[in-house]
């Protein structure tokens, strides 16, 4: 378990690429120990078993057979008074076969499992003594077939041992098995007159363990390659994931509403891990949002509410004063208009001290079912005069099967005249308002939609708090209200918009 622990403990720290890389070059490592073996040991034991049948063979023929081949031929000459060189191709023929059937004849008895064979390059004529895998007598046409058998197998190494005068070494396949071969140039005075040779059958555990070490060479390089491929490709895609993760990341970082693109396997789960956590920390993160702005509404409604009662009483005194002085006046045509400019004031500061009142004191909600078409129907009475005066086409998309829902019915009209006061103030040259209502899972749903000149992005978190405002003679209290009664019945009112294409307000009020 330590030495478990031990060996564990060098990852510590590391990069999963390192980690990676270190399991596969260790994966690797058995097809290349594998190959060290076969280069090393089981290639040189081969050398060595091949080294002493070269040496046996070597030994047969250079200091027995063609010795004797030379030998005998002297011999013929002496006995027939005939010169060698003064021979025709086919007489020297017959001289040659018949010195090397003396020759080898002996050796084919003490020596099993080895052949013999002489070629004679003037004529192309061929001759064999011994089995390498038989030994019976065979007929004229099985020896024929025999002998070409032969020829074909040793064809290449009697060219060129007849083209070079050098002895030749070499493994052969005969049949189905495979024999390792001597060749050497017979010369008779300064002639080279033949080629003679001997080939001696391997054991077949040797031919099987050739093809079975070639076979596994083979398949080990095959391996090597394929892992160190197979490798790359891995580590290739584990980086490009990491990379698409860091950039990912690194953007959530300026930017929380920007999520990862999803990936496959298990770096798409950490993706999706980290998309979730952070679509947590964006919901976290508006739950502070709204309850600093409900902290700050409570501490500036108490401080609105204190300041508009104090301005309400000194401005109701002015209202009367002038009153009366309008009356013990009204026989005069002197004043009148001062008069209507007062009032008019007056009228413009008691609604402002009003919508001050509301927003840092609300009243109490009146409760009841209400029906969401009915209350937009109602709002829309009284507001389409003021859509058509400026040239703004409406379009209603009503879900009828809308359920009813408790509210307090006139202060969600008042939400709904002012998200209309806004879209028709963002659409001074006219435009189209689309008003849609749809209900889901637990929810009822309003929209809003103008084509008007939309709100920057840097302004769009402000238009709820209290007093912003970008008209010249508003309060900035109509959409701050409005959020204020849409949080009193529980629910959410949302804003999204592009500047040059329009605003889209969305009202959840919950069914419940």
Do not use: C
């Amino acid at each position: 378990m330590e030495r478990t622990k031990t060996i564990f403990s060098l990852f510590d720290g590391k990069s999963l690429r390192f980690q990676f890389l270190i399991v596969i070059a260790t994966l690797l490592l058995i097809p290349v120990l594998v190959m060290l073996y076969d280069i090393f040991f089981a290639n040189r034991s081969d050398e060595a078993m091949l080294r002493e049948r070269e040496e046996k063979l070597k030994a047969v023929i250079e200091d027995v057979v063609i010795p004797d081949i030379q030998k005998n031929i002297e011999q013929y000459m002496n006995q027939d008074n005939l010169r060698y060189d003064t021979l025709l191709p086919s007489n020297k023929s017959a001289y040659l076969h018949e010195a090397f059937n003396e020759a080898t004849r002996p050796l084919v008895l003490s020596n099993p499992g080895v052949r013999f064979g002489l070629f004679i390059p003037e004529t192309g004529q061929f001759y064999v003594q011994g089995f390498l895998h038989q030994y019976r007598t065979l007929d004229p046409s099985e020896q024929e077939a025999r002998e070409e058998r032969i020829k074909e197998e040793t064809k290449s190494g009697l060219i060129a041992v007849a083209a070079s005068g050098q002895p030749l070494a070499r493994l052969i396949s005969s049949l189905d098995d495979e024999a390792y071969e001597y060749l050497m140039p017979v010369y008779i005075g300064n002639d080279l007159s033949a080629v003679a040779w001997a080939d001696e059958r391997l054991h077949p555990i040797f031919a099987q363990s050739r093809l079975f070490l070639s076979i596994t060479r083979y398949f080990t390089l095959f391996a090597v390659l394929i892992g160190a491929a197979g490798a790359l490709f891995v580590i290739h895609n584990l980086s490009s994931s990491v990379s698409v993760i860091k950039q990912g990341l690194r953007t959530m970082e300026r930017d929380i509403h920007s999520k990862i693109p999803t990936l496959d396997g298990e770096p798409g789960e950490i993706v999706n891990a980290i998309n979730r956590m952070a679509v947590s920390l964006e919901e976290k993160e508006k739950l502070e949002e709204e309850l600093r702005r409900s902290e700050r509404l409570a501490a500036l409604g108490r401080l609105v509410t204190g300041v508009a009662h104090e301005l309400r009483n000194p401005i109701g005194i002015i209202k009367t004063t002038v009153q009366l002085m309008e009356k013990d006046l009204e026989k005069t045509a002197v004043g009148n208009e001062y008069f209507k400019v007062i009032e008019e004031q007056i009228e413009r500061q008691n609604r402002v001290i009003q919508e001050l009142l509301d927003f840092g004191r609300p009243s109490k909600h009146v409760v009841q079912n209400a029906n969401i078409n009915s209350l937009l129907e109602k709002v829309l009475v009284f507001t389409s005069p003021m859509l058509r005066q400026h040239n703004i086409k409406l379009e209603q998309q009503l879900d009828h099967d809308i359920p009813l829902i408790e509210v307090d019915a006139e202060r969600i009209k008042q939400v709904f005249v002012n998200i209309i006061l806004n879209a028709v103030q963002a659409m001074p040259e006219g435009g189209k308002l689309t008003i849609w209502t749809g209900h889901d899972s637990g929810w009822v749903n309003i929209g809003f939609e103008d084509t008007g000149t939309g709100i920057p992005p840097a302004e769009l978190a402000s238009i709820f708090d209290p007093f912003y405002t970008t008209r010249e003679y508003g309060t900035g209290l109509g959409l701050s209200i409005s959020h204020q009664i849409i949080k009193t019945h529980d629910g959410h009112i949302n804003v999204d918009s592009t500047l040059g294409t329009g605003t889209r307000f969305i009202v959840k009020l919950p069914l419940s």
